[in-house]
Structure formats: structure tokens, C-alpha cells
């Protein structure tokens, strides 16, 4: 069974989910939408489906689930109405901006036996499920701690249209660093508690791409945020999220266990190089494992973004739970205004939410997601 997808959103990230659908089952994306007509026309014609008005879109018979691509001050809104035209929705991350916003959409779509589902789905990736492999099977041994870091100089030097990274529902942690917490928890499960300090260097920023070249914007979220996950399984991850930082020399993540240390690349990618090191034997690069998320397939590159769209497409086939899921989301998302929280508070944040790890995606599952 094929179900129709639509688009809400035809900004830059709609490219990438319109080119690369195709790879996948389950899926045919047949229309896009955007509150400009001209995008919509845009990329209708770029690659061939049809463009549509948002109530169109959402009256549209042909489609089954609605990818909603908008800002994330958006995400609430336009998931709502998908929900409520009687459409599954898959939204960009992060998919809502508060446990409310999830609790009222969580019941809009189990009133009416609907799913949702929430990028990332990098965590499907080759590497990062082989390095989920690696600590399921005891190779790793418990993990006690680790580390995560995802640091720049921010995006206003390449973005067109900068500006909503640094508004609230932005920032580090909300735009990036739901590919961290989200690959920490299908690794070693939820979160219990966080604790972080924050701080906003710079308010304002100056744009150095073009269109917008020399205009300044305002900056009205936190820019560094350094944070503590305490998980539930008893391992604690220190966390740093900054778009104040020119260079460093940290890793994307590194996880210690007893019996080995696992360095796992930017959980931003679905590829890349794990390097073990069990006891005191040398480090190692793990030899990687025939997984299809793995190759390369953009450039030297793997992205298999729609992954877990098709994922969710054939698990509603399949009555079975996808991978990418509201649960999950939310718990992220949970972690994540926890840790903003706690910045503004000073105290630990207990969370309320909890979820379990998605089901392991091994080579043979991915391979039964491709076309």
C-alpha cells in the first residue's frame, strides 16, 4: 500500500524530502503547499508534483499524511489542522514547542486514530544504528557517561533568511539539538533529569549572506547553552550547544562504558566513522556493516532523509509502531525546554515524560524500507 504525501512548506528543507522520497516505499509525495503561491509553483515544477493552497492541500483526497516543513512557531498551528482534516502528520523538527501543544495533539489523533511523527530521522542512519548494535550487544558494556557537542558561529552566514534561529523555539538546542537528544535516547533510552546554564553573548546579528547581506536581526534566545542529562538507565552525558563558537577541537559525541569507549559521528548525518576503544587495546575504526543508510548516496555523504516517513507510511500499513515517533518527539522536546528551562531557573528539571527506544533499525529492516 502507497500513501499520498503532501508538503506544507516549500523553504530549503523541502528539496531534500521532495528528492529524495522516491528511494522509499510506502510514500508518493503528490502535492505541495505554502503560504506563497510562487514557492509552491516553484517546486511543484521542479519536481513534478502539483501545487496546491493549504486548504486545498488539506481537502485533497489523494493524500494520507501532510509533512509539515513550516517555521517551528508554526509546527503547533498547521499540525492541528492537518490532525483535524482527518490527515496523519509527519512534522520537521522540533514538532511542537511545549508538553501542551503535544498533550493537544496527541488527543486530536488518538480521538481520531491518527499518527504523528517527528524528524529527526538521522538517528536511523547506518553508523548510528550500528553503534545502537554495538551497545545492545555488550560490546560497549554499560555506558556511565558521555559527551555531545554541536558548536559554531550560528546561521546567519549562509541562511537567506536567517532570522527565526535566534527567536524563541530556536536556538541551538531547539534547531540542532534535537538530532543529539534524540540519537542519545535511542541509544541509552530517557531522560530523568537536567540541569544546564545559558547565556545570549551577542543580541543582535549580522547577516553575511546574500540576499540580506549587512541587515541586522535581533537575537532573543539563548546562543551557548552548556547542560547535564542525567538518564534513566544511569548514564550522564554533558551536553554543549553554542552558535558563539569559531572553532573546537570536541567531537560530535562520545560514549564511555565499561568495557569500551565509542566515538559516534554528528548525529546531524546518517553516515560516517565509529571508533572503539575497549579496554587497553587501541583505538580502532569499527569496520562498517552493510547497512543502505550508510553509503554514501550525496557526495561523499549518506541522507536518507524520509527514512522515517516511510517508516511511519508502512507502519500504518503494518499496524505496528514507527520509529520516529510522537513519543519520542515529545520526550525530546521535554529534554530540550527542560534544559532552557533550567538555564532561566538555575534548578534541576525533573521530567514528566518518558518513552521507550524506538525498535533497532538493522540492515535487513532498512533494505525493506527502500523502493
Avoid at 40 to 48: N, V
Avoid at 161 to 172: V, W
Avoid at 242 to 247: A, F
Amino acid at each position: 500500500m502507497t500513501l499520498g504525501v503532501g508538503i506544507i512548506g516549500c523553504g530549503n528543507i523541502s528539496a531534500a524530502y521532495l528528492r529524495l522520497a522516491p528511494l522509499f516505499r510506502g510514500i508518493e509525495v503528490r502535492a505541495v503547499a505554502d503560504l506563497s503561491a510562487a514557492a509552491a509553483e516553484a517546486r511543484a515544477t521542479e519536481f513534478g508534483v502539483r501545487a496546491e493552497t493549504v486548504e486545498g492541500l488539506l481537502a485533497a483526497k489523494d493524500i494520507d499524511i501532510v509533512v509539515n516543513l513550516t517555521i517551528p512557531a508554526a509546527h503547533f498551528a498547521v499540525s492541528k489542522a492537518i490532525l483535524e482534516a482527518g490527515k496523519h502528520v509527519y512534522s520537521e523538527k522540533p514538532f511542537v514547542l511545549s508538553l501542551e501543544e503535544g498533550a493537544d495533539l496527541k488527543h486530536i489523533a488518538d480521538t481520531n486514530g491518527l499518527r504523528i511523527g517527528s524528524a529527526p530521522d538521522t538517528f536511523l542512519g547506518g553508523a548510528h544504528q550500528q553503534a545502537r548494535a554495538l551497545i545492545d550487544d555488550g560490546t560497549v558494556g554499560q555506558v556511565t557517561s558521555g559527551t555531545a557537542f554541536v558548536m559554531s558561529h550560528g546561521m546567519e552566514h549562509w541562511h537567506p533568511n536567517p532570522d527565526f534561529f535566534f527567536l524563541p523555539g530556536a536556538g541551538p538546542v531547539l534547531d540542532i539539538g534535537p538530532y543529539y537528544v534524540t540519537n542519545l535516547i535511542q541509544l541509552l533510552g530517557p531522560v530523568k533529569r537536567v540541569v544546564a546554564l545559558t547565556s545570549t553573548p551577542s543580541k543582535t546579528r549580522t547577516i553575511s549572506s546574500d540576499p540580506r547581506k549587512g541587515e541586522t536581526i535581533p537575537v532573543e534566545t539563548p546562543t551557548t547553552i552548556h547542560a547535564l542529562l542525567d538518564f534513566a538507565s544511569g548514564a550522564v552525558i554533558t551536553m554543549a550547544t553554542s552558535w558563539d563558537v569559531w572553532g573546537h577541537g570536541h567531537k560530535p559525541m562520545e560514549l564511555y562504558g565499561t568495557e569500551a569507549s565509542l566515538d559516534v559521528p554528528d548525529p546531524n548525518f546518517f553516515g560516517g566513522d565509529l571508533i572503539l576503544t575497549e579496554g587497553r587495546a587501541p583505538a580502532r575504526k569499527v569496520e562498517p556493516w552493510d547497512h543502505p543508510f550508510g553509503k554514501a548516496n550525496q557526495d561523499v555523504r549518506a541522507n536518507y532523509r524520509t527514512a522515517g516517513l516511510a517508516d511511519m507510511a508502512i507502519a500504518i500499513a503494518e499496524h505496528r509502531p514507527h520509529r520516529c515517533s510522537m513519543e519520542l518527539a515529545l520526550h525530546a522536546v521535554e529534554v530540550m525546554t527542560g534544559i532552557l528551562k533550567s538555564g532561566e531557573t538555575g534548578s534541576f528539571v525533573k521530567m514528566t515524560t518518558t518513552c521507550s527506544r524506538p525498535a533497532a533499525l538493522d540492515p535487513a529492516a532498512a533494505r525493506d524500507l527502500l523502493a
